[in-house]
């Protein structure tokens, strides 16, 4: 005994009052769901159903037809055909569909300097033509932005490898490195770097000149600065958008105190004297002078 046919409204999961939008909305969906190339469970059963229903009320004709004396004799009413020809459609579709294939992602690795990370640059970068002969290669510029970080990743829509079948190209993914700089190290919007100085320049203190992004800047050094201590100098730094008029980190000058390993025998007794002054520091008659006083006379002599 044959199987009763379901209702086509049923199988499309819509009511008697569906329009046409809405009934062939319900067909792709189902469609797309069922395709033996997607759902091989039910062996292509509920796709042809699905199929069938679509062919019936897909025609005002046969619709109204259907709604008026439901299910008609496939081989006396012509149905089979109908249905056959519409899965044929969809098996071509989903065949077109199968041919496309988006073209694949391109990713490049651009070292930029310090500076140019800092400030921002336009950088011109070639893709090689994948080994074909009959493809040159490609030139794009890419903005780097003022205060760009490093492993940044600029996305280029479209300007990856070519699409199969009409289908899109791939993109193409940039991530900027920023090289290693002798003298300046990041720290978010700031600029870090060391300074050597004397021990003398520490002791008494002195003017020196750092040099920073923006070239050498004067800094003073006040007397009795310990090793580690760091000064500031404002609107230094990266900058926070292009323009010479954003604002700016701050460039932060670490103090390095250099001690020599090799002295002349001035410079040792000078040294002896000045470790014997500070072994008196806790007799107070003997030490007339603070300590700063009596560094500055011995480097003095």
């Known amino acids: 005994m044959a199987r009763r046919k379901r209702d086509y409204y049923v199988v499309l999961g819509l009511s008697r009052d569906a329009t046409e939008t809405e009934i062939k909305r319900a067909f792709r969906e189902l469609a797309r769901k069922y395709h033996p190339d997607v759902n091989s469970a039910d062996e292509g059963e509920k796709f042809r159903e699905i199929n069938e229903a679509y062919a019936v009320l897909s025609v005002r004709e046969t619709r109204a037809r259907y709604d008026r004396w439901g299910h008609a004799d496939d081989s006396s009413s012509g149905l089979g055909a109908v249905v056959d020809a519409a899965q044929e459609i969809i098996n071509d579709v989903f065949r077109r569909r199968r041919g496309k294939q988006k073209g694949k992602d391109i990713r490049y690795t651009l070292e930029v300097s310090f500076e140019e990370a800092a400030f921002g640059a336009s950088k011109t970068i070639t893709l090689p033509n994948d080994g074909s002969p009959s ?16 492993g940044t990743v600029k996305t280029l829509r479209g300007e990856g490898e070519p699409g199969k ?41 002195a003017v020196i000149e750092v040099t920073t992004l923006d070239g050498p800047v004067k800094i003073r050094i006040p007397e009795g600065t310990q090793p580690g201590g760091v000064f500031r100098v404002r609107g230094r730094g990266v900058p926070q958008a292009s323009g010479k008029t954003a604002p700016r980190g701050d460039h932060l000058v670490e103090i390095r105190v250099e001690i020599p390993t090799e002295l002349t025998p001035r410079q040792r007794e000078l040294i002896e004297e000045l470790g014997r002054s500070e072994g008196q520091a806790q007799l107070p008659a003997a030490r007339p002078k603070g300590l700063l006083d009596r560094v500055r006379s011995l480097l003095d002599e």
């Open 165 to 205: 079948g009409g289908a899109a190209n791939g993109d193409l993914h940039v991530q900027v490195r920023i090289a290693e700089h002798g003298t300046f190290r990041r720290d978010g919007i700031d600029v870090r770097s060391d300074l050597v100085i004397t021990f003398s320049q520490a002791a008494l203190g």
């Open 135 to 150: 493809v040159s290669p490609r030139q794009l510029t890419i903005v780097i932005p003022a205060g760009m970080k490093e």
